[in-house]
Every structure is written in C-alpha cells, then in structure tokens.
C-alpha cells in the first residue's frame, strides 16, 4: 500500500526503527481549539488527544518517527491567557515538556462579549504571556516554544445579523492579540506560527464556514490546515 501512496504522489517516509532513547515530549496547550474534547479520565487514552490538530500532528510524528515523541493534549476550552497562567505550574511545569506549543487569544476577545464581559485587554495579553513564557524558560531552560498565532473568520459565533457591531469587534480585536503573540515569541526566541493569512488564502478556495464551522473553531479541514502549518515549523 505504501507504494501505491507514493505513486499517487503522496510524500511517504521510510519508517524508523523505534529507538531506546528516552522519548522527546511535545505539549499542546491553549483553548478549545486545542483540546477539542480530549478526555480528561484517560489523557493517554485512544482519545487523550481530542480530535483536532494536536491529535493530527501525534498521528504523523508517530507514523515517521517511532518512539522518538511522547504528546499530550492539555488544553481547555473557553481559556484565555490569564486561564493558561493560572495552571502554569501544574499543567505546564510538572509535565516538564521538551518542546511546548501554544494556541491562545480569541477568547481573550470573545469574553468582553455578553451580559458580564470578562476579556483580557491586548495590553494585558501581552504581559501575561511575557510572564508565563518568563517562567516556563526559568524552570525549563532548555524547551522549545511554538506560538501558534489566534485568528478569525465571519461567521455564526462572530458575524451576527442582530449586532452589527460584533463582527467589526472580532476583525479589529483579535489581530491584535495576534501581533501581540508573535512579539512575545520573537522575545522568547520561540518558532511563530502564522494562521490568519493562511486561513484568509483558504477562503478563496471555500467559504469561511467550510475552514472553521463558527469563525473560531476549525472544521477537519480547518485542523488540517493547523496541522499542517504546525509540522512546517517544527
């Protein structure tokens, strides 16, 4: 089967032999794009990953390197930035990551929408992001930092017939939590992942609601195209 992939043009790696070193860790952390209904019972379980793009980067480092990488999903829906500092210690430190990549920023906006709005301002984003990237690097000198930028598209959740104004706060609020992120990675020395652009360019091929099903949270398609981005980088 393998080479009939390849004749069909798809790029399949020689498989590694499983090696005896002690496996790499890889940890996804963020918001509910990140963890995309992981079970919380049994993380190394079938479905400690969710089923989003952390579930689709495991599935192809563990194809084309064999025990090279051990990954773990930890993300949480509805968390902003001030949610992921609070749990520094126990869901960042403890794991002790060699590599560990973030996804956060939209609820950060999304939270100042509502009856009671609770959002992280984009000044205070930025802060504490800087502190809890300061202490991930003063416990952990030796980890590698991916920055997965936030992004956003119209639709159901952004761009609401009855609240002209909703979709003009989503397109002016989240980029700068976006260029926000990726001045913190350049200060930490961290690999910037750029989404925006690339789920912009994907919308001229389908509209925004094939890519992410609200104009937050991905489709497949969607992970996918995350996922992809993310193996690019690392």
Known sequence: PIDRWRFAGYNIP?????????????????DSITDVCRSRTNPNGADGMGCGYPLL???RLGFDCPGEYEIENRGISGNRVVDLYARIKCDMLNVAPDCLSILIGVNDVWHDLGDCPNGVSA??????????????????????????EPFVLPGTATKVEEEPARWAFFASEV????????????????????LQARFDEACRLAEPGY??????HPTPMGHELIAREWMKAF
């Open 57 to 59: 980067v495991k599935a």
């Open 175 to 194: 980029p700068l939590r976006a260029q926000a992120a990726r001045r913190v990675a350049e200060r930490h020395g961290a690999t910037f992942i750029p």
């Open 123 to 148: 000044p205070k984003f930025e802060r504490v992001y800087d502190m809890l990237l300061d202490e991930v690097q003063e416990a952990l000198p030796n980890v590698r930092l991916m920055i997965l």
């Open 14 to 30: 020689k498989l590694k032999k499983v090696s005896d070193t002690k496996m790499k860790k890889i940890l996804f952390q963020g």
């Open 211 to 216: 890519w992410l099903r609200d104009g937050v």
